[in-house]
């Protein structure tokens, strides 16, 4: 069965620094995406990145990259210079690619406060 | 940018009662589906849909739930007699094609309370 795992309940930074948020995943499916999404205080989900399990390089949008150890099975978020709106749970999930229109399988998500 | 929308924001029922979730998923998106968030837990995928069926449906997705695209913009999702442990936030979301390395984009959500 497919699992994603975020194991820090929660992370603290400061203004400008970049942060980690961890990611591990469990799949025997040989084509499957990672996503990152956001999700701030007021409750909506916003989609961030997005890395393909075929894809050589590692995503990157701005100031999100996507640290993709395909071996390791991690697929970890890097925020960098942090801002004070970044402050929000963030969720890794995972798709599987054995149908169309698939579910996406999420982590339980990691608290990130950013300070000034 | 075009965005997936969801009415009502919030909505509080009575148990036993019927609720109808709406949302206008983005236009040339072809893929919906419904997630849904009890507060402080991970999201869960309820179902999703395509060319007028579903097309995968989660164990929570019980004979309780239905979903419906009842012309070219709405999908809904209909939960016939609300029960307590139905209050969660509900997701919809839309995608362009159905393969795996598609981003699904999701509505703000309907924070449903069942009194």
């Known amino acids: 069965a497919q699992k994603i795992t975020q194991t820090q309940p929660g992370m603290f930074v400061q203004e400008k620094e970049a942060v980690t948020l961890d990611c591990t995943y469990d799949?025997?499916?040989?084509?499957?995406?990672l996503f990152w999404y956001k999700q701030p205080s007021s409750g909506e989900m916003i989609f961030l990145i997005y890395?393909?399990?075929?894809?050589?390089q590692n995503a990157t949008e701005g100031r999100y990259s996507l640290n993709f150890q395909k071996a390791r099975k991690s697929a970890n978020l890097v925020i960098s210079a942090s801002q004070l709106g970044d402050s929000a749970m963030y969720f890794c999930?995972?798709?599987?690619?054995?149908?169309?229109?698939?579910?996406?399988?999420f982590g339980k998500g990691t608290t990130l406060s950013v300070s000034s | 940018e075009p965005e997936v929308t969801q009415t009502p924001s919030h909505q509080v029922t009575q148990m036993g009662q019927e609720v109808i979730l709406r949302c206008v998923p983005i236009?040339?998106?072809?893929?919906f589906y419904w997630y849904r968030q009890i507060l402080g837990q991970k999201v869960e995928f309820l179902v999703s849909?395509?060319?007028?069926?579903?097309?995968?449906k989660s164990e929570i997705f019980d004979d309780q739930f239905s979903v419906e695209r009842p012309d070219g913009s709405n999908f809904t999702l209909k939960i016939r007699s609300t029960k307590l442990e139905d209050s969660a936030m509900y997701f919809c979301?839309?995608?362009?094609?159905?393969?795996?390395?598609?981003?699904?984009?999701f509505g703000d959500g309907t924070r449903l309370s069942i009194l």
């Open positions: 849909f395509y060319n007028n069926e579903i097309s995968e």
């Open positions: 799949t025997s499916d040989p084509s499957y995406g």
């Open positions: 999930a995972m798709s599987r690619s054995n149908q169309a229109g698939t579910a996406l399988i």
């Open positions: 890395q393909g399990s075929y894809d050589q």
């Open positions: 236009s040339n998106h072809l893929y």
């Open positions: 979301a839309s995608s362009e094609a159905g393969a795996y390395n598609q981003p699904q984009h």
